[in-house]
């Protein structure tokens, strides 16, 4: 059975996600950022991103006999206000994902 890029992007609607796109598995010259990225620290503690960045680059390297991707998305706003329309600064701020159920849970 052949699933169609509309086939699996119904479905992902129905399961109620907000975004979906499906690209063909070659390699993508825009993620070439990542390596910039870690060599400036914007990794912090997450040392498994630079561990685990060649992989990060070219999802071939996992998947060889792939023929696409599937890229999902939801939105994460909500009727919270935004933390920076709070001006106590005894009040945290937090971020527009923490408000709503835990995204791991979700997906």
């Known amino acids: 059975m052949t699933l169609t890029a509309?086939?699996?992007?119904?479905?992902?609607?129905?399961?109620?996600?907000?975004?979906?796109?499906?690209?063909?598995?070659?390699?993508?010259?825009?993620?070439?950022?990542?390596?910039?990225?870690l060599a400036h620290g914007y990794a912090g503690e997450m040392a498994y991103m630079a561990r685990t960045a060649a992989r990060?680059?070219?999802v071939r390297q996992i998947f060889s006999s792939a023929r696409s991707v599937v890229s999902l998305g939801t939105v994460y706003n909500t009727r919270q206000p935004y933390s920076t329309e709070?001006?106590?600064?005894?009040?945290?701020?937090?971020?527009?994902?923490?408000?709503?159920?835990?995204?791991?849970?979700v997906v």
Do not use: Q
């Open 6 to 37: 509309d086939d699996i992007k119904a479905k992902t609607d129905s399961l109620g996600f907000d975004l979906c796109g499906v690209a063909p598995m070659d390699a993508h010259p825009e993620l070439g950022f990542l390596e910039r990225w």
């Open 56 to 58: 990060r680059v070219d």
């Open 86 to 105: 709070d001006a106590d600064p005894d009040n945290a701020d937090i971020a527009r994902y923490a408000w709503g159920a835990d995204y791991h849970d």
